[in-house]
């Protein structure tokens, strides 16, 4: 009983959630995420606990730093995938949702900008702004002087702003546009987006090179979307099935081919009409939509 009891109060067990979802917001995939805590606990086993005075930003650092290492030696495999590299969605708790800040700083929508960061200006950006680490810590974790560390969040702040979405809608108005495609996917009336999709909507899909339909570039305009959808829903042989859920604390869909997890769809709205659809259908990214995951910070 006693060991089990010392186990649970481990700090790294106690922060693990945290330590997570720091990982999975600099890389971008729960995989390597929880490949970077495998790598960090290991370390934190070897440490003497009684020299470190604050466990928990001792462990962000620790987790930071490995996640900056991973994200360098992993550029290669993203830049050598097939078609579109999108985050790995995750079926997230209640609780996420609650979290406006949270929720919007896990969305595919926001870790799909953050991809355009340099691994640097990443994992600078998402311990300051997302969870307030001092520079003094984050220059630790990612060896670079405060002064440094000021000028990159800065730079990457301006970077972000310049790419989210500029709107923030509530989330009955996000629902609401979501419902609609939901209705359009099991109808297959993929005509009646068109007063749902903005003009110049863009949909981006990751099939990883190994689903037929997903198109390996970004189609732009509602037009091009509506097309596209319709010729694909027209090839499938089997039943299809879509469904309303929360994927990074975002309403999203989840499709279902024959009853199987065949893909996860999220949008970006603006003004009541969705600007970007971000469809995830490598199979190898939607272990973790289909069992709830727990972030927090």
Known sequence: MERAESAADDPFVVHRNLLFTIAYEIL???ADAEDVLQESWLRWAQVDREQIAAPKPYLVQIVSRQAL???RSVSRRREEYVGEWL????LTAPDVADDVELAD???IAMLTVL???SPAERAVFVLREVFDVPYEEIADAVAKTPAAVRQIAHRAKGHVA???PRVTVKRSEHERAVDRLVAALNTGDIQSLMDVLAPDAVSVADGGGKVRGAARRPLIGAATIIRYLSGSLAKVTGAIHARGTTINGQP???VDLDGQ??????VTVEEGRITRIYSVANPDKLGRADREVRLAR
Do not use: D, F, K
């Open 28 to 30: 971008g995939s729960a």
């Open 69 to 71: 290492n991973h994200i």
């Open 87 to 90: 985050p790995e969605p995750l």
């Open 105 to 107: 700083s896990v969305s």
């Open 115 to 117: 991809e355009t960061l």
């Open 162 to 164: 310049a790419r989210r």
């Open 252 to 254: 999203a869909i989840r």
């Open 261 to 266: 997890l065949a893909g996860i769809v999220t």
